[in-house]
């Protein structure tokens, strides 16, 4: 199975302020890579597929890019609701595995 | 607007059985295959496996084979996963969420409670 692997565990990002998380896949995964954005007690919400193309109704200062292995998740312009964990997901291979998850928070 | 609409929350005995469900709405039920996710107390998103609910053909990750069972029922348009000899470490939520360029929908969650 593919192994992701996420970075930082956890961070705190003041409002306003620019964050980036990392995943790093065990081998390529050829841009099949999503992020989700999970809120205390809610579903998962995917943000971004594909890498960088971002799901309807997402706003904009979420952007993701990378290739390879290599693979980062931007939040421009932190907004109290940005708070959550945020998961990787690789689907280029069947089992479609996650990352560990990324908490953020406001400061 | 699709939705999938899970069923109650469970509270079962050490070594029973329970069975989920994930109503379907909204699409052609057996257009994308329901994967279901497995989130314990505090921790990330697991893969349990998958159904095609056109053939019913399953997938399951290895850990979870003996655990969970997957079916369909196209009457219905409604997803099951049944869990066996539950444990304190099938304490968790359980969601199920179809999949297209990602998961893009996905169940409420089943919170399933393991406990004597």
């Known amino acids: 199975d593919i192994q992701m692997t996420q970075s930082p565990h956890s961070l705190s990002a003041s409002l306003g302020e620019t964050v980036s998380i990392e995943c790093l896949a065990s081998e390529g995964i050829s841009n099949y890579l999503a992020w989700y954005q999970q809120k205390p007690g809610k579903s998962p919400q995917l943000l971004i597929y594909y890498a960088s193309s971002l799901q309807d109704g997402v706003p904009s200062r979420f952007s993701g890019s990378g290739s390879g292995t290599q693979y980062s998740l931007k939040i421009s312009n932190m907004q109290p609701e940005d708070e959550g964990v945020y998961y990787c997901q690789q689907g280029y291979k069947y089992p479609r595995t996650f990352g560990g998850g990324t908490k953020l928070e406001l400061k | 607007e699709v939705q999938l609409q899970q069923s109650g929350p469970e509270l079962q005995r050490p070594g029973a059985s329970v069975k989920l469900s994930c109503k379907a709405s909204g699409y052609t039920f057996t257009e994308y295959y329901m994967y279901w996710v497995k989130q314990r107390p505090k921790q990330g998103l697991e893969l349990i496996g998958r159904?095609?609910?056109?053939?019913?053909?399953?997938d399951y990750v290895e850990k979870f084979k003996n655990k969970a069972t997957l079916t369909a029922d196209t009457s219905s348009n409604t997803a099951y996963m049944q869990l066996s000899s539950l444990t304190s470490e099938d304490t968790a939520t359980y969601f199920c969420a179809t999949y297209d360029r990602g998961f893009a929908y996905w169940g409420q969650g089943t919170l399933v409670t393991v406990s004597s």
């Open positions: 159904i095609d609910p056109e053939d019913c053909s399953t």
